[in-house]
């Protein structure tokens, strides 16, 4: 029997007891707020009592020759609550978001070699899998912040 349940971020609230290693950072009241009032934007936590022990945030995608996309930003599942099948869960909730919003394909990266997130992605039967993708990343902080 799982001890948590999957609901979507609707409130800062929700994020005010955050188990270990679920986000990289502490929580930022303002940019958690935006996250919440941009409709494209979409979160589902784990929550086990008061206490966030997984996430899986989205954004939507529109282009304007595309069907809607929806793009895995971020799973996150706490230290001591790896293992249970949360991260698939927390896909699935994400998957059905985003049928209800009328995307035709779900896609996500993740870094190579981390084996547990790939093999919590493949329960999930991807319909393709690309190892050629390169990403960029530019950095827009002034050089004094870096």
Not at 120 to 143: C, G, H, I, N, Q
Request: overall charge negative; glycine content about 6%; hydrophobic content about 45%.
């Amino acid at each position: 029997m799982k001890a948590w349940t999957i609901t979507a971020l609707q409130s800062e609230s929700q994020l005010e007891q955050v188990a270990e290693g679920v986000f990289d950072f502490d929580i930022r009241a303002a940019e958690a707020l935006g996250f919440i009032q941009d409709p494209a934007h979409i979160m589902m936590l784990a929550i086990s009592t008061d206490l966030v022990v997984g996430m899986a945030s989205a954004v939507l995608i529109r282009h304007p020759d595309k069907h809607n996309e929806l793009w895995v930003n971020e799973v996150g599942v706490g230290d001591h609550y790896r293992g249970q099948g949360m991260a698939p869960a927390l896909l699935e909730a994400l998957f059905a978001w985003a049928r209800a919003h009328e995307c035709e394909n779900v896609w996500l990266l993740m870094d190579e070699g981390n084996i547990p997130a790939e093999r919590s992605y493949r329960k999930l039967s991807p319909s393709s899998e690309r190892r050629d993708t390169v990403m960029f990343e530019w950095s827009l902080k002034p050089a004094a912040d870096e």
